[in-house]
């Protein structure tokens, strides 16, 4: 299957934001440096690597001197000044776009931006060619938020990897990861972004014995399987209706055979010799059923005892040592 071409937007990982900021988030810096880590190791499953920053001019009641952190804030993210440019560890990566947004108005979303060229977000994206979208960044309860349900909204499959975000409190944090969740982002962390082992590595598909040899590679972990008949035929262990059939088992042994392979993972984890020593068992008992007869009613005169000298007063009877007894 063809895989997604895919952009990561970066949101609003500015000063401005991060601890020692003028709406500094706990945890800002620390999610900056997961980012740059996170892309240095996997810029090659993105097509696109876009930030987004606050640079207000004047965005008019989105700044208040009695700000209520729910509709109005302290100044932030001003145009111009050292806390609206891009985090330093952020401005170091290979960034193909860079979109600028609220200078005017509250702006929240990345999609209200535009770069320098005056090419909104949602035009960067598409002349890419993008398929889906992961969104990462500050803060998670508001710009990570509405920047991924416009995305969303937009028709593109999108995912927030959750360990590269925060928000502004736990509170805010949990109503957006529900909203988000409720509309169909996908909130993910980014150790199950791309599979569930590292890309190049020789990984064994669980549970395919005939890809992955044990020992011999026969299959099974031990030794080669010639000896139980047909069973050397299966090279992996799909087929056991077929198996039990097969299986050169002595009669009277073949329900105790189809119980044994029933047990796959037990089955799966025994060796050559260990599955030989299981079917001697099953001869050994089938046998045993040949040579005893349990037909006869059981006559009393098996159960006479009288003819037996027991004196419980003797040595080595299995009276215990009262006064007057030796010892033993």
Known sequence: ??????????????????????????????????????VTENADEYELLVTTQDWH?????????????????????VAGTAEAELHEAIASLPLDASVKKGEYSAAYSGFEGKDAEGRTL???????????????????SHCVKETALDA????????????????????????????????????IPTASAFGFYEEGEDAPIPGDFADEPHGDGSG?????????????????????DGLDDNLDVPSGGEAGAAGLLADVDGLADLDADDLLEELDVLEELDDLEEDVDFSDEVDEADFDFSDIDFDPGAPGSLRPNGPGQPER
């Open 57 to 77: 001019v004047n965005p008019g009641s989105h700044f208040s001197d009695t700000p209520d952190f729910v509709d109005t804030w302290p100044e932030h993210g």
């Open 152 to 187: 969303l909204r937009l028709g593109w499959r999108t995912r927030v990897l959750s360990d590269l975000t925060v928000p502004v409190s736990p509170e805010t944090g949990e109503d957006a990861r529900r909203e988000m969740d409720e509309a169909g982002v996908e909130q």
């Open 122 to 140: 949602e035009e960067i994206l598409r002349a890419a060619g993008i398929q889906a979208i992961d969104v990462v960044g500050l803060a998670e």
């Open 220 to 240: 099974f972990a031990g030794g080669e399987l010639d000896d139980l008949g047909d069973l050397d035929d299966y090279d992996n262990l799909d087929d056991f």
């Open 1 to 38: 299957m063809e895989e997604d071409t895919r952009a990561l937007i970066i949101v609003d990982v500015q000063p401005t934001f991060c601890e020692g900021g003028a709406l500094g988030v706990e945890g800002g810096n620390a999610v900056a440096e997961r980012i740059a880590d996170f």
